[in-house]
């Protein structure tokens, strides 16, 4: 016997061992990782129930414009309250809205800078379509993005353009007005509508700051005074609306306020119509956001449509490549036609 001789083909089984041991352990670490980051994410698979088929081809909302709004805006680069982004992006959205019949406003307000506590100036932008008409429709999204992305486990001091997170709702409103301004959502003539651009939903440096400054302002403003000669009579925030993976459930805070739980079932009534299947009607979230300052502060009833089921969430990937021109078209689509159709 001579061991030299088994030598080599001992070795052989030793390394296949180490291999498949190897190997076990990577499959271990990957399902770890996998579990770690959907229970992060909150993402389930969702069931073909909960996905359309609609193509871009299907919609007849521009969900590629809409884009190139998405696109432009996070190119200016971040646009948090107070910032020259900010202001870029106030002139990017005030000289869109200029080319239409409305009237355009700048609402401002002045408030403690977070770390410095220096006066900082924020802006809400109001962009009045039919500004006589007394009963009018708001539909709202923050503007603002978050200074720093402090989600991020690699770099929360990175950079943060809120494709998501900010220009998705501004980017789906600017092309709703070239909708409604080309005649394509015949709207109730009684209603007006208000689209509010709101500053300083997060201008935060922590995760405990002071949210929501913007819309605080804007419903104290609306509250205070009650000769204005309009009324909201329906209010709608979009805020994270355009993952390219798109699921929007009901938010349970606006689903408990019997004034405004209708809007949140007629919008779904006419994503199911139109088979934007990605409007899944049951709850799944509380999330604490503008619409609360709107309906505590304004008592404006309204609802939050949000996809809170977003990997990328206050993170340096909240990126254009991470949203679609599906989803805003899906998105802007189901609001224009409801538009058409509230009573
Ligand atoms: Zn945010």
């Not at 900010?86 to 800078?113: G, W």
């Not at 600017?174 to 109730?188: R, V």
């Not at 979009?238 to 739980?261: A, F, K, N, P």
């Not at 209708?262 to 299947?277: F, N, Q, S, T």
Request: aromatic share 12%.
């Amino acid at each position: 016997m001579n061991n030299t001789e088994n030598e080599p083909d001992m070795r052989h089984k030793r390394n296949r061992i180490i291999a498949v041991v190897a190997f076990t352990g990577i499959v271990v670490a990957a399902a770890i990782a996998a579990a770690q980051f959907s229970w992060f994410s909150g993402r389930k698979p969702l069931t073909p129930k909960y996905q359309s088929k609609l193509r871009l081809s299907d919609i007849p909302f521009n969900g590629q414009q809409a884009m190139e709004h998405l696109k432009a805006l996070c190119d200016i680069g971040p646009r948090c309250t107070g910032s020259e982004g900010m202001k870029r992006q106030q002139e990017y959205i005030i000289n869109y809205f200029k080319q239409f019949d409305c009237k355009v406003e700048r609402q401002l307000f002045d408030y403690p800078h977070p770390l410095t506590k220096e006066k900082t100036r924020g802006c809400n932008i109001i962009v009045r379509w039919r500004p006589e008409r007394t009963e009018r429709i708001l539909l709202c999204t923050h503007y603002d993005t978050l200074p720093y992305p402090m989600n991020d486990k690699r770099n929360p001091k990175g950079r943060f353009v809120g494709a998501n997170d900010g220009a998705s709702g501004t980017a789906i409103l600017m092309e709703l007005a070239t909708w409604m301004e080309k005649g394509q959502t015949a709207i109730n003539p009684k209603y007006g509508v208000d689209f509010v651009f709101l500053d300083a939903e997060e201008f935060l440096f922590s995760r405990t700051g002071r949210f929501f400054v913007g819309s605080e302002f804007f419903a104290s403003q609306y509250a205070a005074n009650p000769q204005r000669g309009y009324k909201y009579v329906k209010g709608v925030l979009l805020d994270m609306v355009g993952d390219s993976d798109l699921q929007i459930y009901y938010e349970r805070v606006s689903m408990s306020w019997r004034d405004s739980s209708p809007i949140a079932r007629e919008i779904w009534r006419v994503a199911a119509r139109l088979k934007v299947k990605e409007f899944i009607p049951t709850t799944k979230y509380d999330i604490n956001d503008d619409h609360i300052m709107l309906h505590s502060r304004g008592d404006i009833p309204c609802i939050d449509i949000i996809d809170f089921d977003y990997p990328y969430w206050h993170t340096m990937d909240d990126v254009p490549s991470n949203c679609s021109a599906l989803s805003l078209a899906k998105v802007g689509w189901v609001i224009a036609e409801w538009l058409k159709e509230t009573k």
